[in-house]
């Protein structure tokens, strides 16, 4: 029979468990609390567990077990309650609702960008807005694998919900307590402990018909006799396909007019359409955006033989219509936990996890266009460098072996004449690659994750037991990635070269029509030889690999006025290995896009000693009900070189029984992953050159050392060569980690006056500095000629390009590789209310949290301006911004006989738009209301419907700048972008 202070706690717990809230007073390692400290006064127990599940109590923050200990530190506790009154079946999306939490653009099933589809399938979390791998993931108080190939950050993917039992998140440093990437703070996943078999499926559906979500959970746990316990998990669901053409937010293209007016249709359309648009200017048509264009589906002549000028409302693309606003995603997920006493005083235990996701994700055709030099045709074997114009005339040596020039046979003559009396030589056109396969990617992910060990108690001596844990986590994440919809650089480039042989088309270079090359006639339809020859399906693969070693010991010392001095001693190996490897086409700049090396394999070692203490200086006295300070250190030797330290300090002083104020103060890290130690990618696009006629006067140093370099006063380039900047981006070998100092402090007030009610108000403060990131290759080529020691120049190249003939001056190469550079400062407050109470013959529960922030900074490079995040809510392609206040409330009725109401309601404030776009346009604020009712029909079987986004608010518009277009333009994780929907399911419990 439980203790009245078990009960207490549960109670506690439970209040708050529909989004978190009541503090988490206490915290255990393995046995139920038998104390409560601080928590709501007695009350009728109408909170009792779910039928067959275990109570034990388990608080993230310390490794300590003692049943008093009150954490220094806030922690959020989110239950399975919150799960199921949304029917979220993923706590990535379930934390998006919750104010600490932020969006992650391009990793959840949402997306704007094709960029996004290579992470498509991943579900991270963004606490506080500091990036996924700025959080620390842990079940159990054990690490968790992370969810990509080249990250610890986790994919909760990976993960079934149904058999968690809460969450406790750490909002504060604790990388002493856990090791390295515990910035942002900890999210540790309690799983449950069931004696029985529990089954529950539900099917949720949009007003719209679409985003269908089938999903089903079957769990069995059986609790022995001698202590030991078995428990089993399966979980399926799936999650469906929503379509921009079934949304007036994004069902046609639009793009930006100055002021924030969004200009919707055809004349919005993107002007690379579906059939070919050609370039006719005088000279060699480089660069000419600004010719005449001409290319009306197959016509290119009217009725009287004229010219067909290209008209965007009429030949323009709409990319809408074949974007998603969400991919469809399948998982499949399994878990199993065990635990068998061998001997008294010795536990082994064990856990496994695996998940399986997969999704499909399909864009528009490639965008292809000569005219940008190399952004969209990178090279490869025997053509790098080179555009895929169309050359009026060709060499061939077809007949007398001698080489001729004769006219390109694929040019209609209307075109070939016109192209000839402008003193053309070759014609620049472009045309979205829809007729074969549209860009898209397949990505399939399997995550494993195995824990072994013992842990048990033993007698120390001096009358007192200690409790041990030896552990062993074995983790590993698989990708099989293909990406379809790539064109084949060498074979259009060859293709569009052709001749004529007795009537027969065909490539004029001997090697190329050697190794299969395809004539290609982009004046008239593909046939399906062109478009199997042009299309190419390629892809990547990858894994990274988690072993984690972990032994410690804790127990008391001896006695202080308050209480036992507690201690935690320890000692953890880690290693974390990924890679990437790409196609060869894509490392070879085989096919259209961005040659990217590989993440070469990479393994980081960690040796790491820890030890936590806990002191109880004094208690039981006036005004002095207790007073605990509490400090943790942590020294860790990454094989990356350089030791580093970790520490925690902080304390709770209970002046009376209800009344807790706390204080905490750590400094955490993030070491560097995989993906940034290695991995090369291709990049081009725009780096206007600081020494050009029109800028290099902007100060005296940059003008200096422009002729230093040897760059005449008057050197003015084509605007297509700035446009066309090349340049590496990628992994630095020699990067440090980064350094994060946070400091909690907070009240938290749970008054034996007003049984059930209990409230916290926490400040954070978090300072980060040596933040991986890149400067940015416009900032590299400034800083080369405005500092006087020359910042960033080795990043620079110049040298000749054809678009400027005569000149070796040309900025023709900027990289940028990653460094520690950034810094970030973040302030903000906490808060939380929670109240229990019985009401019209049941029980009633209200909750509230929300986050105000009042500072966010963000510096790129030292000494330059930092950039203020406070009140913007980001945009559609960054994770950038922080909503001034967030909130979230739940109100809930339980009668006696299992009917359930809920209510639920979350708040985003005003906000402005991303300050990296247009920073005057203004985001107002938005209530989502969403309800839930459900009906115990037996004792082991209950029914639930509910409906989120009861009102159909809309998502507001994001302008991603005044003059660009997004497949969404806004923010999806923040902002529903689905619309009214409904659920509804049933659960079984034996």
């Not at 530190?73 to 199921?84: D, H, I, K, M, T």
């Not at 060499?395 to 070939?416: E, F, H, K, M, R």
């Not at 409906?947 to 333009?969: E, W, Y």
């Not at 806004?970 to 972008?977: G, K, L, S």
Request: charged share 15%; aromatic share 10%; net charge neutral.
């Amino acid at each position: 029979m439980k203790t009245l202070k078990t009960r207490l706690l549960v109670t506690a717990l439970s209040a708050g468990a529909v989004l978190a809230a009541a503090p988490a007073w206490a915290q255990n390692g393995d046995q139920a609390a038998t104390q409560a400290p601080v928590a709501p006064a007695p009350q009728p127990d109408t909170t009792q567990p779910n039928a067959g599940e275990e109570t034990d109590v388990v608080v993230t923050g310390t490794r300590i077990s003692r049943p008093d200990l009150i954490s220094s530190s806030p922690v959020l506790v989110v239950g399975q309650e919150a799960f199921q009154n949304r029917n979220f079946t993923n706590f990535a999306d379930l934390a998006t609702q919750l104010p600490q939490f932020a969006a992650s653009f391009g990793s959840s099933r949402t997306q704007s960008t094709f960029s996004g589809a290579a992470t498509s399938g991943l579900n991270t979390v963004n606490l506080r807005n500091l990036g996924g791998g700025r959080t620390l993931t842990l079940i159990n108080g054990r690490r968790v694998p992370g969810g990509t190939t080249t990250s610890t950050a986790v994919d909760f993917n990976s993960i079934p919900s149904a058999n968690i039992e809460r969450l406790d998140i750490l909002t504060g440093g604790a990388a002493s307590i856990y090791g390295a990437d515990a910035v942002a703070g900890v999210i540790n996943i309690v799983t449950k402990q069931i004696d029985g078999f529990q089954a529950g499926a539900s099917y949720g559906i949009t007003e719209r018909g679409d985003n269908k979500n089938p999903n089903g959970y079957l769990m069995f746990g059986k609790k022995f006799e001698n202590g030991g316990s078995i428990n089993l998990t399966a979980q399926i669901d799936y999650q469906g396909r929503v379509q921009c053409a079934s949304r007036e937010l994004c069902a046609q293209d639009f793009f930006w007019s100055p002021p924030a007016d969004a200009i919707r249709g055809p004349a919005a359309y993107s002007a690379v359409g579906a059939n070919g648009t050609f370039f006719l200017t005088a000279g060699n048509g480089l660069g000419a955006f600004n010719a005449t264009r001409i290319g009306s589906g197959t016509s290119y002549t009217d009725a009287a033989g004229n010219l067909t000028p290209f008209s965007v409302t009429r030949d323009g693309f709409n990319r809408n219509g074949v974007r998603d606003i969400a991919i469809p995603t399948r998982r499949i997920l399994f878990a199993a936990a065990a635990e068998y006493p061998i001997v008294k005083g010795v536990n082994a235990f064990m856990e496994f996890n695996y998940g399986q996701s997969q999704i499909t994700a399909a864009f528009e055709g490639h965008p292809f266009q000569s005219p940008t030099a190399g952004s969209l045709f990178g090279g490869g074997p025997g053509v790098t460098g080179l555009q895929a114009s169309i050359p009026l005339q060709i060499q061939s040596t077809t007949g007398t072996g001698t080489p001729t020039s004769v006219a390109n046979p694929i040019i209609p003559t209307a075109v070939y004449n016109a192209a000839l009396a402008r003193g053309m030589t070759q014609i620049q056109w472009q045309q979205r690659f829809s007729a074969f396969d549209d860009r898209g990617a397949v990505n399939r992910r399997d995550t494993i994750r195995a824990v072994a060990g013992l842990k048990g108690d033993f007698n120390a001596g001096f009358g007192r037991d200690w409790n041990y844990e030896v552990s062993y986590v074995y983790g590993s994440t698989k990708l099989d990635s293909t990406t379809r919809g790539l064109v084949s650089t060498r074979q259009l480039y060859y293709g569009l070269r052709t001749e004529q042989v007795n009537g027969t088309l065909q490539c004029a270079d001997a090697g190329a029509r050697a190794t299969g090359c395809v004539p290609i006639n982009p004046f008239l339809p593909y046939t399906a030889a062109q478009r199997n020859a042009l299309g190419v399906s390629t892809g990547q693969t990858g894994e990274s690999v988690l072993h984690d070693a972990n032994a410690f010991v804790s127990g008391s010392l001896f006695r202080l006025p308050g209480g036992d001095l507690a201690f935690s001693v320890g000692a953890e190996y880690r290693t974390f290995s990924g890679n990437l490897d790409y196609a060869s086409q894509i490392n070879n700049a085989e096919v259209t896009g961005n040659q990217i090396g590989d993440v070469a394999f990479v393994k980081v070692r960690t040796k790491e000693a820890y030890g936590e203490i806990s002191a109880p200086i004094l208690g039981d006295m006036t005004l002095i009900h207790r007073l605990t300070l509490d400090g943790s250190f942590r020294y860790s030797d990454p094989s990356t070189g350089g030791n580093y330290q970790t520490w925690r300090y902080g304390g709770s002083y209970e002046p009376i029984p209800g009344v807790v104020l706390r204080v905490n103060r750590a400094r955490a890290v993030r070491t560097p992953v995989p993906g940034e130690l290695s991995g090369v990618s291709q990049t081009f696009g725009t780096v206007t050159d600081p020494c050009t006629a029109s800028t290099r006067n902007a100060n005296a140093t940059r003008a200096t050392n422009c002729a230093a370099d040897g760059v005449p006063a008057t050197y003015a380039p084509p605007i297509n060569v700035q446009q066309s900047v090349a340049g590496f981006v990628g992994g630095n070998p020699g990067l440090a980690p980064e350094r994060g100092t946070t400091l909690t402090y907070g009240i938290a007030f749970a008054p034996n006056f007003l049984p059930g009610f209990s409230v916290t108000v926490d400040r954070f403060e978090i300072s980060l500095d040596n933040i991986i990131n890149t400067v940015g290759r416009q900032t590299k080529a400034n800083q080369c000629y405005d500092t006087t020691t020359r910042l960033f120049c080795g990043d620079l190249t110049r040298s000749t390009n054809p678009n400027v003939p005569g000149a070796n001056y040309v900025l023709t190469a900027v990289n940028d590789q990653l460094i520690n550079v950034a810094a970030f400062k973040l302030k903000g407050i906490d808060f939380t209310a929670a109240y229990v109470t019985p009401l019209l013959g049941g029980r009633a529960s209200f909750n509230v949290i929300g986050t105000l922030y009042d500072q966010a900074q963000q510096t790129t490079l030292p000494g330059q301006p930092t950039t203020d995040l406070l009140g913007f809510a980001g945009g559609s392609t960054s994770d950038q911004g922080f909503i001034k206040f967030t909130g979230n409330t739940t109100a809930s009725w339980t009668s006696e006989d299992g009917v359930a109401l809920t209510y639920n309601m979350r708040y985003l404030g005003k906000a402005r738009n991303s300050p990296f776009a247009d920073p005057t346009i203004n985001i107002g604020d938005r209530f989502y209301h969403n309800a839930r009712v459900s009906f115990d029909v037996t004792e082991n079987y209950q029914f639930f419907f509910g409906v989120n986004n009861i009102a159909d608010s809309k998502p507001p518009l994001f302008p991603s700048s005044t003059a660009g277009t997004q497949a969404l333009d806004t923010v999806p994780a923040y902002y529903d972008v689905f619309g009214r929907s409904f659920y509804s399911g049933l659960r079984l419990t034996f």
